[in-house]
């Protein structure tokens, strides 16, 4: 598999990770995403080493916690090289019913790391990501206690997830105005049935040097091709319990239009086409992928080797391309000879 390089730090990992949301499934909304047991997970992680993968990403939400301990007790007992293998995790989301269970404050991230450390069963995490923007706790706060878990070993680096784009620069300039380690990487909704990270977020990425990792880049299984403008999902999948999220049809069975053609053509999967072409999209580093079967993981792993003709590209950006909000329809107007971006975004 490909290996990437994360802009801004000296790490490099592969083009895909291994999200686990479906690991456990102990909660009613996770449940719906899948119920991976131990075992399960065990075929699922060697499944990936077999392709080259070896970055598996959690969270402490996650089933509450729950996944963080099925992840930890397969990597346990597949006796593997803690250091051949990268894990992520992230803090932020509700963990209990306190008022300070949520968010990002120096209480709630040094209790959450301890906890994480503990349920997956290793000394530090390589990647830690703020799961949400806490309104309510300074910047410096966060970033110091950031810092510190760096110096002592707890995390190697750290990132955020679905910050809007002042959210991110902010925490930028703090950093850089004391001094403190930045965040590497962006964790965030962004696929073909989802391109409003392109209007803020990644020009931000390109500026900063901020890598993105994409969660859900075949938006909850819309562009699996299980769901066509002339096929509908099973009754069983995701899609129909209530796992997935809204989406705009029309424009779905646009992008599913167009994903049918590039299959026909090319041979490869839909999903297999969704997947390479975030992965040619400007700061994308790794996605985050899931799976609940062996068999679906290998053909989505497979998408890393995939490079789509321009036509193809073209053809996929053109049926999922969004009109812009402003003040990005006006940018575009307006900046038509002085757009800084290597591409089209929009």
Not at 98 to 113: M, W
Not at 148 to 164: A, D, H, M, P
Not at 272 to 277: D, S
Not at 313 to 325: R, T, V
Request: net charge neutral; hydrophobic share 35%.
């Amino acid at each position: 598999m490909e290996q990437r390089h994360v802009k801004g730090s000296g790490l490099i990992l592969p083009a895909m990770t291994l999200g686990t949301a479906t690991f456990a499934g102990s909660t009613e909304l996770f449940k719906k995403w899948g119920t991976t047991k131990t075992n399960e997970a065990i075929a699922l992680l060697e499944t990936c080493l077999d392709y080259g993968c070896n970055s598996f990403d959690t969270a402490d939400c996650y089933s509450c916690g729950d996944s963080e301990i099925v992840l930890g007790e397969a990597l346990k007992a597949m006796k593997l090289d803690r250091e051949k293998v990268y894990i992520s995790s992230k803090t932020g989301m509700y963990m209990g019913e306190g008022p300070n269970e949520f968010g990002t404050s120096r209480y709630k991230i040094l209790q959450s790391i301890d906890a994480s450390l503990k349920r997956l069963q290793t000394d530090y995490i390589d990647l830690y990501y703020l799961h949400c923007y806490d309104a309510l706790t300074p910047h410096l706060e966060v970033l110091q206690t950031l810092n510190e878990l760096v110096r002592i070993g707890k995390i190697r680096y750290f990132g955020v997830s679905n910050y809007s784009g002042w959210h991110l620069m902010k925490m930028l300039s703090v950093a850089d105005r004391y001094n403190l380690s930045r965040p590497i990487a962006h964790q965030a909704y962004y696929s073909l049935a989802a391109r409003e990270y392109e209007f803020e977020l990644m020009p931000l990425a390109l500026e900063e040097n901020i890598s993105t990792m994409p969660w859900s880049p075949l938006s909850g299984a819309y562009l699996s091709g299980k769901i066509t403008r002339t096929k509908i999902d099973s009754k069983d999948s995701r899609l129909s319990s209530g796992g997935a999220w809204d989406i705009d049809k029309e424009h779905l069975f646009n992008i599913t239009d167009a994903l049918e053609i590039v299959t026909k053509e090319s041979g490869y999967t839909m999903a297999q086409v969704a997947l390479a072409w975030n992965l040619s999209r400007p700061t994308v580093t790794s996605l985050i992928i899931g799976a609940t079967k062996p068999t679906q993981l290998k053909e989505n792993l497979k998408a890393s080797e995939i490079k789509l003709d321009s036509k193809h590209i073209e053809l996929l950006d053109k049926a999922s391309q969004l009109k812009p909000i402003y003040p990005y329809w006006h940018q575009r107007f307006a900046n038509l000879v002085r757009d800084p971006s290597p591409v089209k975004l929009y």
